[in-house]
Structures are given as structure tokens and as C-alpha cells.
């Protein structure tokens, strides 16, 4: 089997800097812009980057709104949604780590439109790994990475030591 890739810290805080940039760019005087963390891999995301441009972040939870709950029921680590706001014509931005297929941000939408109604829905996205089913694409994307559709990307953000921020790219396990 081949080797996993790999990208450092310093790339992943670069894309994280960039995003923030361009999210702040466009919404430089938007008193009701509130950024949401899928649960799991978009949370700490959203409060790195809640944390630098000053505004309120939250979590959304999509286990009921998957469509493979039958396959992948609702895992140990749960987290409900927590909205710090009322969404109801505030601009909402979706954070996830990882856009592959877009039924992740599907179902997001779906727990989003269960607590009201934003004005405008935006996503951001860390990496971007290609492959959709569904017609999503994202608003702000940090880094583009080529992987095999059935390879997986496993991105760790450690919300107390940056400096071990991790991407890996690990191949599949039919390619050996």
C-alpha cells in the first residue's frame, strides 16, 4: 500500500489565513454574520476563524439529516447544534473541513432551515478534495487536494496546539 501524503501545519494555517481574508473581505460590515461548524470536522474551524474576524460561531449537528444514517448512525462523539443567534435574516456562513460529495453540506442546509430562515447562506470550505453528487460548491475554499475517490482525508485540528494541524491523505485500501 502506498505511503499516506501529508500536509504540515504551516500550509493548513496558510489556508486558514486565506479564508479568513476572503470571508472578511466580503463581509467587512456584516453585524449579522454568523459562521457554524459542521459537527464534527468543521467546529474547531469555525472558531479559529470566528476568532479572527470577531463574529459569533456555532455548531450544527447533521446526524438526522444524513442519508446514510441507516449506514452511519449518530456517532460517540455528538454534538448538538448550537446557534448563538437567531439565523432568521442574518448571513450564515457553513464551515466544514472536507467537501467531497456535498451530502455533508445537504444535510446541513436541511438542520440550518430547521432553526429559520438566513438571508443568505455562504460556505467555507478547507479542503477540497473533488467528487460531487450533488450540485455544491463553495464560496471560500483554503486548499485544493487531488485524492482517489476512495482514498479518505482525516484533517486534525488541534483546537489547543496548532502547531500539530494535520491533513493526511490515506490511500485506499484496494489500491495495494
Do not use: C, Q
Not at 72 to 96: F, N, S
Not at 102 to 123: M, N, Q, S
Request: charge should be positive; charged fraction near 25%.
Amino acid at each position: 500500500m502506498p505511503a499516506p501524503k501529508s500536509l504540515p501545519a504551516a500550509e493548513i494555517h496558510a489556508a486558514i489565513d486565506r479564508l479568513a481574508r476572503a470571508i472578511g473581505e466580503r463581509h467587512t460590515k456584516n453585524p449579522r454574520l454568523i459562521l457554524l461548524g459542521v459537527a464534527n470536522g468543521g467546529i474547531v474551524l469555525a472558531e479559529r476563524l470566528a476568532r479572527k474576524l470577531g463574529v459569533k460561531s456555532g455548531v450544527l449537528d447533521i446526524s438526522f439529516h444524513r442519508d446514510d444514517i441507516d449506514r452511519h448512525p449518530i456517532p460517540k462523539e455528538y454534538v448538538p447544534t448550537r446557534i448563538p443567534v437567531d439565523v432568521t435574516g442574518a448571513t450564515v456562513i457553513l464551515i466544514d473541513d472536507v467537501l467531497f460529495s456535498g451530502r455533508t453540506i445537504k444535510a446541513a442546509l436541511d438542520e440550518l432551515f430547521d432553526h429559520g430562515r438566513p438571508a443568505k447562506v455562504e460556505l467555507a470550505i478547507l479542503i477540497d478534495r473533488a467528487g460531487r453528487k450533488l450540485p455544491v460548491a463553495a464560496d471560500y475554499l483554503g486548499v485544493n487536494l487531488e485524492a482517489a475517490p476512495t482514498s479518505k482525508i482525516v484533517v486534525t485540528l488541534d483546537p489547543a496546539k496548532p502547531a500539530r494541524d494535520s491533513v493526511t491523505i490515506l490511500p485506499s485500501r484496494s489500491s495495494a
